[in-house]
């Protein structure tokens, strides 16, 4: 079984600055890939961030140039520091571990999620 916990949420006013933390711990090998998530009320979650075993990184448009995802592949945790926040980026937050399998389904793991509220 693997675990995922997310940490690092909060309120913060317009463009200030939070770092959100993932961390994982279980069965955890292989190849995988790790990102972030969010989903407001009435909406669908949507990708943020995501980072590959191998350190490729993806942004959502709307955060590019704001958000950083980066990883500590020994302590199996990722992080994602985000600047200038905006009132849209209130959103809770969610962590997820993908494990990749060659010729078989990925396996998904969710975090309990992490509230950003962005307001002044």
């Known amino acids: 079984q693997v675990q995922v916990v997310e940490s690092g949420g909060g309120l913060v006013q317009p463009g200030g600055s939070l770092r959100l933390s993932c961390a994982a711990s279980?069965?955890?090998?292989?190849?995988?890939?790790m990102g972030w998530y969010r989903q407001v009320p009435g909406k669908q979650r949507e990708m943020v961030a995501t980072?590959?075993?191998?350190?490729?990184?993806n942004y959502a448009d709307s955060v590019k140039d704001r958000f950083t995802i980066h990883s500590d592949s020994p302590k199996k945790t990722i992080y994602m520091q985000m600047n200038s926040l905006k009132p849209e980026d209130t959103a809770v937050y969610y962590c997820?571990?993908?494990?990749?399998?060659?010729?078989?389904?990925?396996?998904?793991?969710w975090g309990q999620g992490t509230q950003v509220t962005v307001s002044s």
């Open positions: 980072i590959t075993h191998g350190g490729t990184r």
């Open positions: 279980g069965s955890i090998f292989g190849i995988y890939a």
């Open positions: 997820k571990r993908r494990h990749i399998w060659l010729g078989l389904p990925p396996d998904d793991y």
